[in-house]
């Protein structure tokens, strides 16, 4: 869909502006991004660079957009002056995601704002802009085609406004849910975000949403996704209140089309309903009957208490949408709601029926042994359950002491009482006599789940004697030592102490490596997760059948034994019924020894 505006900026009607539902301010720096973001996609932006230093109220979006001339630059700030409508009939067809001509008109109220654009067959101009919308200074600059917004001092002359915005943290955590609803509404574009002049993070472009959201769910691979995508049926007119006009405008338009992409439910789901997105003509909404029925859809495909990862996008005619009910243009009002929310259920329906996606590995050999390891991997039951729910922030999930920390447990069906080592598999993996098959088991994994758990449960510094000396730690470095409980002392020039040391570290001849990427984890269930990775048995060294059954037993005791801390699966069951299908001990045995 081509949203680049097609005509001059120009004020509204008076009869225009009394029919918009005004009232949504800018109230935060992530509302001010939102609106910025808005107008770039809009001008056809396939780049967008934002700049962020909300410590001192700025932020710059530059992008790559049709760009404005002078004219419109020196209207762009004016109360109600827009290029996405014209008059009151145009509030019934709206396909941009601006269009009340507020945005820009309010930063300036509320900040020191400044624009450059320049067309790509036209001059450069930046214009500066006085509380009230109106040039104050217009001068030519080298510029490549696009527009850079800068906002300075955001609601420095507003106390009370800024004294309402949460702490820095939150803020920025607000602008990045901001940029990712934006970006999963448009994969095609890319993004760069600075955070106080430091690269904070990027997404690439994709063709699809997956790529998108591969980026964001760290574990998440292209096999993981299904997705559907097609035209769905418009609903009888007769079944709508809305006027004639605008039923005829939305007859007029091409029929409606809907994207379905949604994590396969054998091989990702989450703890939360926190990768769930509704989205309407390039715009994330927030419409809890499409939401409710894209959740249900999934029924009882996924494992108990797990929640589906999935995004619909629908694409209809205008007529069928009112952006304008509410001043939120993120709340939705949909003509035949029911109508639409069925489609959306249909369609992951669909999705889910559309075969099976790529393997998880290479082919397994014959048709019969890849039904068989696939009829495993599903009697597995695992997941990738460690997902985190900061999808492109530099946190990382919270504590697992905190009482509000979601459960390690999946919930699924026990683990067999008791397993039996019978071999170890080309060293990495140990093979188990189960009271109904045989089990593959990870070794270096499973270790891995056994020595988290362990470290949770007592988290211990032990001292150094002597101290480990460290060279050239940055700021940040300190910083995540010190949240460990671990305070590096000055020790020279570029140098440092460390006295106290993780106690599976403290006999390691790589310490000073750990506690470089310790410093790096971010709290203390990522480092204990770092520690538990670099001290399990690495697969490749031979153990006897002592130790395989001393692993198998204090694997089965964790909490969690069906994933390693990362979420990738420990074990692979193969029940002895299935086993007895592929090797056909089902039959008669007469007709089995061919008599």
């Not at 404005?68 to 019934?92: F, G, N, P, Q, V």
């Not at 448009?186 to 600075?194: A, K, Q, S």
């Not at 397993?419 to 098959?437: F, M, R």
């Not at 204990?528 to 204090?554: E, Y």
Request: proline share 9%.
């Amino acid at each position: 869909m081509d949203l680049a505006p097609k005509c001059p900026i120009i004020p509204l009607s008076a009869a225009a502006i009394a029919r918009i539902a005004a009232g949504e301010t800018i109230d935060s720096p992530a509302a001010a991004v939102r609106e910025l973001i808005d107008n770039a996609l809009d001008a056809g932006a396939t780049r967008l660079d934002l700049a962020l230093d909300l410590e001192r109220g700025s932020l710059r979006m530059a992008d790559n957009g049709a760009g404005m001339d002078r004219t419109d630059l020196e209207r762009a700030a004016l109360a109600h002056a827009t290029s996405k409508i014209r008059d009151r009939a145009d509030l019934d067809r709206i396909m941009t995601l601006g269009f009340r001509g507020e945005a820009l008109y309010s930063l300036a109220q509320l900040a020191d704002l400044a624009i450059a654009s320049r067309p790509i067959d036209g001059t450069g101009w930046q214009v500066q802009y006085d509380h009230g919308g109106r040039p104050t200074a217009i001068a030519p600059i080298a510029l490549a085609p696009g527009t850079v917004v800068t906002v300075e001092n955001l609601f420095g002359q507003w106390a009370a406004r800024r004294a309402g915005l949460p702490a820095i943290a939150k803020q920025y955590q607000q602008v990045q849910t901001a940029i990712w609803r934006a970006a999963l509404g448009h994969p095609g574009v890319g993004w760069r975000v600075l955070r106080r002049d430091r690269p904070w993070f990027s997404l690439s472009p994709s063709e699809t949403v997956v790529g998108l959201l591969c980026q964001g769910i760290r574990e998440a691979r292209s096999g993981d996704f299904q997705t559907w995508t097609g035209a769905i049926a418009l609903p009888d007119p007769s079944e709508v209140a809305p006027s004639l006009g605008e039923v005829n405008a939305a007859i007029a338009t091409p029929p409606p089309h809907l994207t379905v992409t949604v994590g396969l439910p054998d091989r990702l789901h989450r703890r939360r309903p926190d990768w769930l997105y509704v989205a309407v003509n390039g715009r994330m909404v927030n419409a809890p009957d499409l939401e409710r029925a894209l959740y249900d859809a999934f029924g009882q495909t996924l494992p108990r208490h797990r929640h589906p990862v999935a995004l619909a996008h629908l694409r209809l005619p205008p007529g069928w949408i009112d952006w304008n009910r509410t001043p939120a243009k993120d709340e939705i009002y949909l003509r035949n709601a029911p109508h639409w929310a069925d489609q959306v259920r249909r369609a992951v329906e669909r999705t889910l029926a559309l075969g099976t996606a790529a393997p998880l590995g290479n082919s397994y050999g014959t048709p019969r042994a890849r039904q068989l390891v696939r009829a495993a991997e599903a009697a597995g039951s695992y997941g990738f359950g460690k997902l985190t729910a900061y999808p492109l922030s530099d946190r990382l999930p919270t504590d697992p002491r905190d009482p509000q920390a979601p459960s390690d447990s999946d919930h699924g069906p026990p683990l067999p009482t008791h397993l039996k080592a019978i071999a170890q598999l080309h060293n990495t993996y140990l093979v188990a006599e189960s009271p109904d098959g045989i089990w593959l088991i990870e070794q270096h994994i499973a270790h891995e789940r056994v020595l988290f758990e362990e470290l949770r449960d007592r988290w211990q510094l032990v001292p150094l004697d002597p101290p480990l000396v460290l060279e050239h730690l940055s700021d940040r470095d300190r910083e995540g030592l010190q949240t460990l409980g671990i305070e590096p002392e000055p020790f020279g020039e570029n140098l440092w102490a460390v006295r106290l040391i993780p106690e599976p570290l403290r006999d390691r001849p790589d310490q000073a490596d750990a506690l470089r990427e310790l410093a790096r984890a971010g709290n203390l269930n990522a480092a204990q997760v770092a520690i538990a990775c670099r001290t399990a048995i690495r697969n490749g060294p031979p153990l006897d059948l002592s130790a395989q059954q001393t692993l198998l037993d204090r694997w089965q005791r964790t909490r969690n034994p069906r994933t390693c801390p990362h979420g990738r699966p420990i074990y692979l069951p193969l029940e002895e019924t299935a086993l007895a299908r592929f090797f056909r001990r089902h039959w008669v045995i007469g007709k089995s020894h061919g008599l």
